[in-house]
């Protein structure tokens, strides 16, 4: 079975940076693309920013762009979401998803994933 694993997230002080990294067994994360999806308590998950497969084009939430960047390494085999600015609202369950193989594009639907971690913690809070 595919796997993915979210690991970074923390307690933060508004303001502050935070790296959440998205590694994958058994599969190569670079023919899919990955989105990072986010859930805060009592509200629905929300899409957040996503990569896509071929290009690694780049698409963020409005209330992210300019503060989040999303990133490869192949190498790696790891996706990175690095957050800066980082504010109260920002506080959730941080997951990544992947795609079916080969789309040529990313989406923040998250219906539109077929692959999930189990989320990692953010909290942003003083």
């Known amino acids: 079975q595919l796997q993915l694993v979210e690991s970074g997230g923390g307690l933060v002080q508004p303001g502050g940076s935070l790296r959440v990294s998205c590694a994958a067994s058994?599969?190569?994360?670079?023919?899919?693309?990955i989105g990072w999806f986010r859930q805060a308590p009592g509200k629905e998950r929300e899409g957040v920013s996503c990569i896509s497969d071929t290009d690694s084009s780049t698409y963020y939430a409005h209330s992210v762009k300019g503060r989040f960047t999303i990133s490869r390494d192949n190498a790696k085999n790891t996706v990175y979401l690095q957050m800066n600015s980082l504010k109260p609202e920002d506080t959730g369950v941080y997951y990544c998803a992947a795609a079916p193989e080969v789309q040529a594009m990313c989406v923040m639907v998250d219906s539109w994933y077929v692959y999930w971690g189990q989320g990692t913690q953010v909290t942003v809070s003083s």
């Open positions: 058994r599969f190569s994360l670079k023919s899919h693309a």
